[in-house]
């Protein structure tokens, strides 16, 4: 019998709208992805030139649980060059991905029943790592005109006895939106620990992002390579953590995934010590499609009260169009043939907004963004009196 808790597990939509995707483009149809939070960019030669010369070298086994004393050393320097914080690599742990420091993060802080606050909207698989921890995700509406940012004085209302973690994310999945170091500042004042997903990092627009380590120790900051370095697939992330909760990270660590691929630690060495003017291509490029998207999506009447910054996401208010942005997305994808992520994905309060990815070229985006206002036309004048319906 299946176990309740697998069972629970809610579909990943953005997933959900790529499969139909994927069966659309079977079929011969030609789709527009702005639903994939994946960079369509190369990862660079210098990380590529990095991972052959380790295979080449034989560096294919198992290196310490904690991650090669190399690559938790360049993590170090680099928030001692980008942050101004000093973090020993012992405070290191390196993980395929940052799913695994997520997920072991979670098992760390939470007894059965304990709670973390998440802002609502989320990026979707926040929950599913507290629950399978045995916690309770406790939900704070955010607002739009807030950028989607806790308000830090009444959130401290929301915090009780089980609060072991408050979670931020800046730049935000799938906001895009980035906390200004007023709300860091004020959200490291108080009492429970934070979880600071900082894994879009390296990819703001204007200003720059804030560690929370900056603000305070008490913080779990979660990190790593797929994003800024075009390294999806790679698989390489860490978390740096309070110097009591190393041993115990590293000992389920041990347990549950021995250690994160060889080849790859030595791929992410290089991408911190090469990479940097590549991820500066990289954003340069990006810029440019942010700036396009948010300019259409507004010229269709899609609300943008703060403009994203950060990451490569625009989560837009369709509300006008529809309130049911399941339905509207999957419409969208059938009728416009361009795939964009239901609101709903992201929590009850993000429903009506849709989520555009803008990981795709600028030729494509255009083409989307005009499939998508044609679509809008064909639906108003469908809906229009004595027209007739589509």
């Not at 290191?92 to 940052?98: C, D, F, N, Q, R």
């Not at 760390?108 to 909207?121: S, T």
């Not at 009780?160 to 004020?186: C, F, H, Q």
């Not at 590293?250 to 290089?270: E, K, L």
């Amino acid at each position: 019998m299946i176990s309740k808790k697998s069972a629970g597990i809610e579909p990943f939509l953005v997933m959900e709208v790529l499969e139909k995707a994927t069966e659309m483009e079977r079929r011969g149809e030609r789709v527009i992805h702005l639903e994939v939070g994946e960079l369509d960019f190369d990862t660079p030669p210098c990380i590529r030139d990095a991972a052959f010369e380790a295979i080449n070298a034989g560096k294919t086994r198992y290196t310490h649980s904690l991650g090669l004393v190399e690559l938790r050393e360049a993590i170090a320097q680099h928030y001692r060059d980008r942050y101004g914080v000093t973090v020993h690599p012992e405070q290191i742990l390196v993980t395929s991905g940052t799913s695994p420091a997520m997920l072991l993060a979670c098992f760390a802080l939470l007894e059965r029943g304990d709670n973390i606050l998440l802002p609502d909207p989320y990026y979707a698989c926040y929950p599913s790592f507290i629950t399978l921890a045995d916690g309770v995700p406790r939900y704070i509406e955010v607002r739009e005109e807030d950028g989607f940012h806790y308000r830090p004085g009444s959130l401290a209302r929301k915090i009780g006895k089980r609060t072991k973690a408050i979670l931020v994310n800046s730049p935000a999945n799938p906001t895009g939106t980035v906390l200004d170091p007023e709300r860091m500042k004020a959200l490291s004042q108080l009492s429970p620990y934070i979880i600071s997903d900082e894994i879009y990092h390296g990819l703001v627009y204007e200003g720059r992002e804030r560690s929370m380590l900056e603000f305070t120790d008490r913080c779990f900051v979660i990190n790593g390579f797929s994003k800024r370095y075009a390294m999806t697939g790679w698989r390489l992330g860490y978390v740096i953590v309070p110097g009591a909760f190393i041993r115990p990270l590293q000992t389920m660590h041990q347990n549950f995934f021995i250690s994160a691929n060889a080849f790859v630690q030595w791929a992410g060495v290089a991408a911190l010590k090469y990479a940097g003017p590549d991820v500066e291509r990289m954003k340069e490029t990006l810029n440019a499609r942010r700036k396009h998207m948010i300019a259409r999506l507004r010229e269709m009447g899609f609300g943008i009260t703060v403009e994203p910054t950060g990451a490569f996401y625009v989560l837009a208010n369709a509300k006008k169009f529809s309130g049911d942005s399941l339905a509207l997305a999957f419409d969208i994808l059938e009728e416009a043939r361009v795939g964009v992520t239901p609101g709903i994905a992201f929590g009850r309060n993000a429903e009506g907004y849709l989520r555009f990815s803008y990981a795709n070229s600028l030729d494509n985006i255009r083409e989307g963004m005009d499939r998508i206002e044609s679509y809008l036309k064909r639906r108003h004048s469908s809906r229009s009196p004595g027209s007739a319906t589509l």
